[in-house]
């Protein structure tokens, strides 16, 4: 026999006896088949879409027989796009990102579709910020719209008084603080330049907002924190210089907003769009769906996630792929400040000149629901204070006419709870007292 023949004969009966050890061997037909690979495309096969288009993708699990066909959706970057778990992508501003299909059978094994998305031809990436009718010229940078303004205020204030406006915009002073003092500042024309990102993105280390200007609003107007300078001091005597649309100037005739700019909640809506911080997020109004935002709905940083007029095709969701657009609110927003005291504040009420009286161990926390005393459903029996029929819990308030009480004070289960302050005269708190279970402790102090 011919060696190579021989040779050849040899290794087919080796391959052979191979295959017959293998299909010899058990197969266990309740073993699941594990996902190799996963396919991802669009539906309609584009690469690209429009801001505020949506697009179906698509997930081709193989090998067909898998035994768990399932994906999970996820996206690159969810400022710019929004996946649901269908696979739908809603594109929200111009950008790259990628749509990745990941197995749930536990493999690992994952699939990803990169998209371009495209402002609308002819569409202007200003029109949001043109909103800001106060501006004085509006721009894009690059990723960045800058806005300018000379912070003249468009609504009527004392600050006019003595200014070349002053026949046109002055007027006396007619809000409701019967402790309202006007500041020897006047408003002065400015030359300011704001420069915000187009695309904002939540930082990953965010930082406090400074002194100064920390966001521009509607009518040119800069918006300023919680704070007065020098050092964060607060703003509990401050609030009295804050004219009838709660803004006022300071030493260099910049004239800002550190609370809700009631002139423009009363033109536009407590639920509209008052302007834009410097992070690049837009400030709303202290109100949602007809509600009151309250500190409980917002944030570390005073913002959260919701549907706004200005992104009608987001909705908010309880399901892990929320299609909303982040927004924030900052916290002077979000307050009803008719205490005329920054809202931060009620519960930390500084004890001027006087020794306060420790509350002592185990005091409970005043959860921060704020109720005012001239509402309807207050009942007091038994030293236990009721509204509409339960027993009351968070800060009660009462505001009067001028060099009437004042009142604040904690409850916790209809129980006095710590600190009440009361007498509120000339800008500062004649009294305060220091309750534990309803119980007075140590003597009221009397405040300079």
């Keep these: 026999m011919n ?107 994952s699939g990803s579709f990169t998209l371009t998305i495209e402002n609308e031809p002819g569409g202007d990436p200003l029109a949001l910020y043109k909103k800001i009718y106060g501006a ?31 026949a046109e915009l002055y007027e006396d002073y007619n809000g409701n603080n019967s402790q309202f003092n006007l500041n020897p500042n006047r408003i002065k024309k400015q030359n300011m330049t704001f420069k915000l990102p187009l695309n904002p993105t ?18 040119g107007v800069p918006f300023y924190n919680q704070y007065a300078g020098p050092n964060n001091q607060p703003l509990t005597f401050e609030v009295n210089s804050f004219d009838q649309a709660y803004g ?47 500190n409980a709905q917002l944030d570390a940083y005073h913002g959260h996630m919701h549907a706004t007029p200005e992104f009608p095709r987001e909705r908010i969701t309880i399901t892990l792929q929320t299609r909303i657009p982040i927004s924030m609110e900052v916290a002077f927003m979000a307050c009803r400040v008719r205490l005329q005291i920054e809202c931060a504040l009620l519960v930390t009420v500084l004890c001027f000149g006087c020794t306060e009286v420790s509350p002592g161990p185990g005091l409970p926390s005043v959860p921060e629901i704020w109720a005012e005393q001239q509402d309807t459903g207050w009942i007091e029996s038994q030293g236990i204070l009721f509204l509409n029929g339960t027993p009351f819990s968070g800060w009660k308030y009462a505001i009067g006419q001028a060099n009437d009480t004042l009142f604040l004070g904690g409850f916790v289960n209809g129980f006095a709870e710590g600190k009440h302050l009361s007498k509120y005269e000339s800008g500062h708190w004649s009294e305060v007292r220091h309750y534990r279970k309803g119980r007075q402790e140590g003597s009221g102090q009397a405040m300079v």
Aim: proline fraction near 7%; hydrophobic fraction near 40%.
């Design 3 to 109: 060696t190579r023949f021989a040779s050849l004969l040899l290794a087919l009966v080796v391959v052979l006896a191979s295959a017959c050890d293998k299909a010899s061997l058990p197969v266990d037909p309740d073993a699941p088949i594990i996902v190799e690979e996963i396919v991802v495309l669009t539906q309609s096969g584009a690469t690209s879409m429009l801001a505020g288009q949506s697009l179906q993708m698509t997930a081709s699990v193989l090998p067909i027989a898998a035994t768990n066909q399932t994906v999970t959706w996820s996206i690159s970057d969810p400022t710019t796009a929004l996946i649901d778990g269908a696979g739908l992508v809603t594109a929200l501003i111009a950008g790259t990102v990628t749509a990745k299909a990941t197995a749930n059978d536990g493999s690992g094994i």
């Design 136 to 166: 004085t010229a509006i721009y894009q940078d690059g990723n960045y719209v800058v806005i300018k303004t000379d912070d003249l205020p468009d609504h009527k204030s004392p600050y006019y008084l003595g200014t070349q406006w002053e």
């Design 202 to 219: 939540p930082s990953a280390n965010p930082q406090s907002t400074p002194l100064g200007s920390i966001g521009i609003s509607l009518n």
């Design 248 to 294: 006022h100037p300071q030493m260099s005739g910049q004239y800002h907003y550190h609370w809700e700019p009631l002139y423009l909640t009363a033109n536009f809506g407590e639920e509209a769009l008052l302007g834009f911080l410097l992070d690049g997020y837009p400030v709303y109004g202290p109100m949602e769906n007809g509600q009151v935002v309250t």
